[in-house]
């Protein structure tokens, strides 16, 4: 089993900047991959950017350049920086972290941080 526990949200101001951080605990080997969501209200979950457990880094084409991801492999963490911060970033954003089968890809598990709220003011 993997466990995922997200900090670093809350309120910031137009302009200001945020690192979200996830936690992974558990069979960590296991992971594949990684990923940040956004889900803003009244609209559905939607990727952010992508890790994977070789380094490749794939971002969302919705998504701004302001955000970045990356991880500390020492401390089992994903981050997700996110500069000039706008009102529209307001969503709770959500960690995940995907297991596949070894030889068919197929996802066996799905695993999903509690989500963490970023609130931004004008």
């Known amino acids: 089993q993997v466990q995922l526990v997200e900090s670093g949200g809350g309120l910031v101001q137009a302009g200001g900047s945020l690192r979200l951080s996830c936690e992974a605990s558990?069979?960590?080997?296991?992971?594949?991959?990684m990923a940040w969501y956004q889900q803003a209200p009244g609209k559905t979950r939607e990727l952010v950017a992508r890790i994977t457990s070789g380094g490749r880094i794939n971002y969302a084409e919705s998504m701004p350049g302001r955000f970045t991801i990356s991880r500390d492999s020492a401390k089992n963490t994903v981050y997700l920086q996110i500069n000039n911060l706008k009102p529209e970033d307001t969503a709770v954003y959500y960690c995940?972290?995907?297991?596949?089968?070894?030889?068919?890809?197929?996802?066996?598990?799905?695993?999903w941080g509690q989500g963490t709220q970023v609130t931004v003011s004008s």
């Open positions: 558990g069979d960590i080997s296991s992971i594949n991959a």
């Open positions: 995940n972290a995907k297991v596949r089968d070894t030889i068919t890809t197929m996802v066996l598990y799905d695993y």
